[in-house]
């Protein structure tokens, strides 16, 4: 019997079943603004005017200042996993596959790459170690950079840090901080976040080259 079936009408509400909308564009597709001047993308044209403010696929609003800056992202992004393939040795990008991490370091790791004027904090890190699926033969990390920037006059920042889970560290390294014994906690970790932290140098200097030469 089809009689019980919940039924809309046009103009009733729809019913939550749980499905997801349509997903935004990958990209906007933003209609030409009027060119008063005869000149492609004249600066005469009006960026207020509504009418031309919203993707013709997906309806959002054009946001100049957000626009500006999500470019200037994907640019830091870039530039930090070249500066990761020319400094990290084996260190291979993947990031245009679209897989849950960015680099892989030969048969040894797989790791995140994040370029942030902030280190993350201990539960975003663990976050986005997880974010990568476990595999017994790999070990999962996190690499940070830190951009330089200007703070009362002062050029600072130009940090690079290796972050991976604990338990994953000692199964494959033992007793963390080995050889040098500078690598520890991050300060603001906790016993349940167990995150460890070395400087890349160390990491790339004490572990990856004896990696490739096991």
């Not at 201990?122 to 033969?137: F, G, K, S, V």
């Not at 790999?138 to 991976?164: C, D, I, N, T």
Request: net charge positive.
């Amino acid at each position: 019997m089809t009689d019980d079936l919940p039924w809309t009408t046009g103009d009733s509400p729809a019913i939550r079943n749980g499905a997801r909308g349509r997903s935004k564009c990958g990209r906007h597709t933003w209609p030409m603004l009027p060119n008063p001047c005869g000149v492609f993308n004249c600066p005469t044209a009006k960026e207020g005017d509504e009418e031309h403010e919203h993707c013709l696929r997906c309806g959002a609003v054009k946001h100049p200042p957000v626009i500006r800056r999500n470019r200037n992202n994907v640019k830091r992004g870039g530039w930090f996993e070249r500066w990761l393939v020319k400094h990290v040795p084996g260190w291979r990008g993947v990031g245009p596959l679209k897989l849950p991490w960015d680099g892989e370091v030969g048969e040894y790791a797989q790791m995140q790459a994040k370029y942030l004027v902030g280190r993350p904090s201990a539960n975003a890190i663990r976050a986005l170690i997880l974010a990568i699926p476990y595999r017994p033969d790999r070990l999962r990390g996190l690499v940070w950079g830190e951009p330089l920037h200007v703070v009362k006059g002062k050029r600072v920042g130009g940090r690079r840090e290796a972050s991976f889970l604990g338990r994953e560290w000692r199964d494959w390294h033992g007793t963390y901080g080995e050889p040098q014994g500078r690598a520890g906690y991050l300060p603001h970790a906790t016993e349940a976040t167990d995150i460890i932290t070395l400087p890349l140098t160390e990491w790339v200097n004490g572990y990856i080259e004896k990696e490739s030469l096991a």
